[in-house]
């Protein structure tokens, strides 16, 4: 997981990494993958050949790490580069430190300069906003197709981070390449964060930022009856969040979810979790530290906005779900998939195999990722179009 806040005090010394960030990780994604199959409602894992090919094969300089041996070349390459950081763990950090170590981003985008990756020329175009919340005021990101014609459909974007770490720009590649690939405005929404913004202050921000898109949509170029809500990681536990609040509140339901590995259970004993204890750029104390600084206790993460396999799921809108094979939250996102099936939600999920949490938003030199975002992104124009 990823995440800073603009209204933060670490957000100011992050500056200069930030501007990077956005003018070169935002364009990590834009090349379109090759068209995938959607699936069905059964889980898939997605072998070796069904990915795409990414523009230049990166290696690892040693071998595969003992947690993960079959991880991808090029999945092991960004890990590799992450750990040469040699920022100290999350878990021995305040949120306020964690805030300023190194993220994935920052290892794609070394990695893409070493590599001297092309960059693809931009097919949106961006603007921030400010969107009021209970209190306080909470900033949006909006890209918006530089071609076609407009009202385009609109997808709500939550990034990642354990509710705690994190920001906007760790996110732009995913949020943009979505935009690019759907033909679609992408509302991206920050949240306020842990733990200085305790549980449900996150969920409750997501709820806000989608409902202003709602009644803005049209100011957007959006159209009013296509709107579908997408997350990764703790944003994944938002998207879902999000429509289960619409739908409880009487208000417009999205006509779509996609979840990328989820936080869905609190259940940290699962088989994902046990095997994958040790994961980067994801492991089991470092999940353990988020939920320690967003929850108030432990016993939070019995409530069903955590521990979203025991909500309510029936009457939400068709899921896409999207797993990593090597991360503790693989399980959650089958038995979330499960639970929405259960519940009479249509369901299309995929698990890609040798790759990290985190690796969704690494299309430029990582091939599952490629092939990741095109198999979202022909979900989201199938229920567009529907």
């Known amino acids: ?212 898109t709602v009644k803005n949509v049209v100011s957007l170029k959006g159209d009013p009856k296509k709107i579908a809500v997408a997350g990764e990681s703790a944003g994944g536990n938002l998207a879902a969040n999000v429509s289960i609040m619409a739908r409880d509140k009487g208000a417009a339901l999205p006509i779509h979810q996609l979840l990328v590995y989820p936080v869905a259970g609190s259940d940290m004993t699962t088989e994902s979790y046990q095997k994958y204890a040790s994961a980067k750029p994801l492991d089991k104390p470092m999940m353990e530290w988020f939920v320690k600084n967003y929850l108030h206790n432990m016993g939070e993460g019995k409530d069903p906005r955590i521990n979203l396999v025991a909500a309510n799921l029936k009457g939400l809108p068709p899921t896409t779900i999207v797993m990593a094979e090597i991360d503790p939250l693989q399980r959650d996102g089958e038995m979330l998939g499960e639970k929405l099936k259960s519940a009479g939600v249509k369901v299309s999920s995929k698990t890609y195999p040798g790759v990290t949490h985190e690796f969704f938003g690494m299309g430029l030199v990582v091939p599952e990722a ?11 124009k199938m229920a567009f179009k529907k």
């Open 1 to 212: 997981m990823r995440t800073t806040f603009l209204k933060q005090p670490d957000f100011i010394s992050r500056v200069c990494k930030a501007t990077i960030a956005t003018a070169i990780g935002c364009l990590l994604l834009t090349a379109c993958g090759s068209k995938t199959e959607t699936g069905s409602d059964k889980d898939s894992l997605v072998t070796e050949t069904d990915t795409a090919s990414a523009p230049k094969t990166l290696k690892p300089t040693a071998a595969a790490p003992a947690w993960a041996p079959d991880i991808k070349p090029e999945m092991q390459a960004v890990i590799e580069k992450l750990v040469n950081y040699k920022d100290k763990p999350i878990p021995q950090l305040t949120a306020a430190e964690a805030r300023k170590n190194h993220t994935p981003t920052d290892a794609v985008m070394e990695l893409i300069s070493e590599n001297n990756i092309p960059m693809p020329e931009a097919m949106v175009d961006t603007m921030g906003k400010m969107v009021p919340v209970k209190g306080d005021s909470i900033p949006v990101r909006i890209y918006t197709p530089k071609s076609g014609n407009a009202p385009f459909p609109v997808i709500v974007y939550y990034h990642g981070g354990g509710f705690v770490i994190a920001d906007l720009d760790v996110y732009d590649a995913s949020a943009k390449s979505l935009a690019e690939q759907t033909g679609a405005v992408v509302v991206s929404a920050a949240y306020r964060l842990a733990p200085e913004h305790k549980f449900p202050t996150a969920h409750d921000d997501a709820y806000a930022a989608y409902l202003w």
């Open 370 to 380: 490629k092939d990741a975002m095109a198999y979202a992104a022909d979900e989201l």
